[in-house]
Every structure is written in structure tokens, then in C-alpha cells.
């Protein structure tokens, strides 16, 4: 993947070296983060929730906002910024201004958000409260030896997921998969999180003219953006961690599924083609 020639926008809020701030006893906000945790790549909730709860100090911080000098604080503007310059005509052929997320926050350990308190144990996350992105660039190092997604395109693909959420959440998506849920069915998860893979192949297919020549993918990097999509579907996650797969517990969907809808909208680079909600077969 060709990214250093890609636009930057410098929408990252800096909070590395800052150290890790908590909630003190737990709270409302780490429920939310717990429930965060494990729609994102397999936290067990009670896992966030223990750690959340031995943090003694009031969740606040404020970081550096602006352009990064380090080569991956800058990979993580360039995947941003392209996919805003991806969201932004879309938006507007349906005659609507796309507003970005109010930042990708990059932290260490643990940070404050507008959801309650975010842990690295979570994997990335988007917040809707806030509306921004969480990431502790630690991950990298987790997609790669614990999952088995290497290659620069997986983190972009994780990016672009995560930016996808921010979507939804413009369009209402979020909300719809909430109501799915009060009413009892246990898919509106798993549709909310395999329309954001679907988004972040539209974003795949896109990118390139978008950034005009900025950012160069090849096949190679889509079939790393598909392993990734492999490695962290709830089977895969499952079977490695408990040594069973329990589809009825699924909050993501299959890895069959996630690399379905990832190739479905770079096939077809239309958002149109990621409508989950009214699909018969994820």
C-alpha cells in the first residue's frame, strides 16, 4: 500500500505520553465502554469492567491537536483524511454536508472519552457521545501477533471501519440496530458491524481517486483487508479463545460474513450496497 503522498487534514488529537487516567469506582461511563469493548474485537465486558473499576482518578484529558510527526501518527491522518475526501461527495450527491469525526484520538493504555473510560484492551473504538475515533496504536502489534492480520491495508481497513461507525451514526444506522435490539433480536449488532466493513471497502474502492494518486492500493492489499476481516470475525475469535464457536453470542458476524460484506462494497464501491438492515443473508 502507497499512502505517503495522501492528503492530511491533521484531525488527530494527540494524547500519547499523557499517561492513563480512570473513572473513579466504575460507573455508568464504564458499562458503556465495557459494552464498547466487546462489540469491538471480543473483549469479555467483565474484563474492562474490572480494570475500569481499579482506576481511582476522574476520566479527563486533552491532547495535542493537529499535524503528527511520527510516521504512524501521520498513516492514521492520511487513512482519515481519504476517507473523508471518499464521504464527502457521497454525502453530498444525496445532498448533504459530511461532517467528519470530531477526531481519531491516538492515547496509551487508557484514556477519557465522551462513553466513559477507554482502555487499549478494547481495540479501537468509536465513541458516538463525542464522535470520535480511539486508538492506541499498540493494536498494530495486537492485529499482527495475535490476530495474524499484518500488512499496512489491515490497519487501514480497521481505521475505515471504525470511521464507518462515524457514518452510521450520521445516517441514523446506530440507532436502528438499537431497536432491533430492545426488540429482542440479537442480529442488530452484527448488522451495524458488518455494514461498516461493507463501508470500509467503499472506502477501498475508492480511495485512490479520491486522493488523486495519493494513495495507491493493490490486490495484495485488499487480500491483506480481507484477512484481517477473516481473522477477527466471532468464529474465529471463538474458537481461539474458548475453544468453541457460539453463533447465538455473535456481535460482529462470521469471518465468512465480515470478508462478505468487505468485498461486497469494494466490488461495488456504493454504499447503497451495504443496506445490512433489509439483507435476508448476511
Known amino acids: 500500500m502507497e499512502w505517503e503522498g495522501g492528503r492530511r487534514s491533521g484531525n488527530i488529537e494527540d494524547r500519547r505520553g499523557l499517561g492513563p487516567v480512570g473513572i473513579a469506582g466504575g460507573g455508568i461511563g464504564a458499562v458503556v465502554l465495557a459494552a464498547i469493548g466487546y462489540f469491538v474485537f471480543g473483549v469479555d465486558p467483565r474484563t474492562t469492567l ?51 469525526p470530531a477526531a481519531i484520538v491516538l492515547y ?51 481505521i475505515s471501519h471504525e470511521v464507518g461507525h462515524h457514518v452510521q451514526h450520521l ?14 433480536e440479537e442480529s442488530g449488532s452484527v448488522r451495524l458491524e458488518l455494514q461498516a466493513d461493507c ?32 481473522a477477527v470475525g466471532d468464529d474465529t475469535i471463538q474458537k481461539r479463545s474458548q475453544g468453541q464457536v457460539v453463533p447465538d453470542s455473535f456481535t460482529h458476524g462470521s469471518s465468512a460474513q465480515r470478508m462478505r460484506w468487505f468485498r461486497r462494497g469494494f466490488e461495488q464501491g456504493d454504499p447503497a450496497a451495504c443496506d445490512t438492515f433489509s439483507a435476508s443473508r448476511l
Do not use: H
Not at 130 to 136: A, E, M, S, T
Not at 174 to 184: C, E, S, V
Not at 200 to 226: H, T, Y
Open 50 to 100: 474490572e480494570a475500569t473499576q481499579r482506576l481511582q482518578q476522574p476520566a479527563q484529558q486533552e491532547g495535542v491537536r493537529g499535524q503528527v510527526s511520527d510516521a504512524e501518527g501521520q498513516f492514521v491522518d492520511v487513512i482519515e483524511t481519504s476517507n473523508r475526501d471518499v464521504w464527502t461527495p457521497i454525502f453530498r450527491q444525496e445532498g448533504v454536508d459530511y461532517r467528519p
Open 199 to 230: 463501508y470500509a471497502g467503499v472506502w477501498a474502492a475508492r480511495a485512490g481517486d479520491a486522493s488523486g494518486g495519493g494513495i495507491v492500493i493493490n490486490p495484495a492489499d485488499i487480500e491483506d483487508g480481507l484477512g484481517a476481516a477473516a
Open 171 to 184: 445516517l441514523g444506522a446506530d440507532q436502528q440496530a438499537r431497536r432491533l435490539g430492545a426488540r429482542g
Open 108 to 158: 496509551e493504555q487508557s484514556t477519557g472519552t465522551g462513553c466513559g473510560t477507554g482502555q487499549s484492551a478494547m481495540g479501537p473504538f468509536y465513541c458516538p457521545a463525542d464522535q470520535k475515533v480511539y486508538l492506541d496504536l499498540s493494536f498494530w502489534q495486537e492485529l499482527d501477533a495475535r490476530f495474524g492480520a499484518k500488512g499496512e491495508f489491515a490497519r487501514a481497513y480497521v
